[in-house]
């Protein structure tokens, strides 16, 4: 299985980096999970998104999911057959989300005419060939859903967005690679009590990593500022007690 990281900024974009996509290869299928502001251009390097199976998305903050408007204009501006249709797997309760985003942008058909619209049901494994796609809930500040992608015995698990819970658990358990968001520098950036909160600082996504014995772990949806990424990956790998890598735009990783 292949995991290419073609965007790895959090909602506020590093600066030259796209927001959140990642290409998922295996099985004999091709899936973007997430397409947030960014990743078509960076998807036009290597695919047309016709030789995707799917896109699948996480959650419906504009970071995972706003370039989906800009992916309708690679396709002609007409009502495509069904098969010609790219398949879109949205989380359960939000097509109609979708549907306000396609009037917003100029008309209700802006995404129908180009693509097959559907939801995933937050349980039950997709398949995609010989991959499977399992969704698992997190908490986030919105409903949104981690996956886990299965394919030549091999498992990938992404968190999307999420804080410390039983969904981030489940999904680092036993995962050869854990694709882990890390968006938070402090404590002091996440909601404060008596709200729930949404995201992960690195160690909070190292010790994920450590409970679940996951064999490696990727931090990805970061800020990239003045202080760089280091200290992201040794907070993290101190916590994990192993290796950290920092998702790196443009990377594969063969898992
Ligand atoms: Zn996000
Ligand atoms: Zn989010």
Redesign the pocket.
């Known amino acids: 299985m292949r995991l290419t990281v073609l965007g790895r900024s959090p909602?506020r974009p590093n600066p030259g980096e796209a927001c959140a996509g990642y290409l998922v290869e295996g099985g004999g299928a091709r899936l973007l999970v997430d397409i947030g502001p960014g990743i078509v251009a960076q998807l036009l390097l290597r695919h047309h998104p016709s030789e995707l199976d799917a896109v699948v998305i996480s959650?419906m903050?504009a970071?995972?999911m706003l370039d989906l408007v800009t992916l309708r204009y690679v396709y002609p501006w007409r009502r495509l057959t069904r098969d010609e249709r790219l398949r879109i797997v949205l989380p359960p309760g939000s097509a109609d989300q979708l549907l306000y985003l396609a009037r917003g942008v100029g008309g209700a058909n802006h995404f129908e005419d180009a693509f097959r619209l559907g939801e995933h049901d937050g349980v039950t494994p997709l398949s995609f060939g010989s991959l499977t796609l399992t969704p698992r809930e997190t908490q986030?500040?919105?409903p949104?859903w981690g996956f886990r992608a299965e394919a030549d015995g091999r498992r990938l698990a992404y968190t999307?967005?999420t804080a410390p819970c039983p969904g981030l658990n489940d999904l680092a358990d036993g995962a050869d690679l854990l694709l882990s968001e890390a968006t938070l520098r402090s404590l002091d950036e996440d909601a404060q009590p008596p709200e729930p909160r949404?995201h992960l600082t690195p160690a909070e996504a190292g010790a994920a990593a450590r409970d679940g014995r996951a064999g490696r772990l990727v931090l990805t949806h970061l800020p990239v500022d003045d202080a760089g990424v280091e200290w992201f990956r040794s907070d993290a790998a101190a916590a994990f007690g192993r290796d950290v890598e920092i998702a790196e735009p443009s990377k594969t990783y063969e898992i």
Do not use: M, P
Request: aromatic share 8%; charged share 15%; proline share 0%.
């Open positions: 909602a959650h903050h970071d995972h986030h500040y919105i949104c999307a967005d949404g």
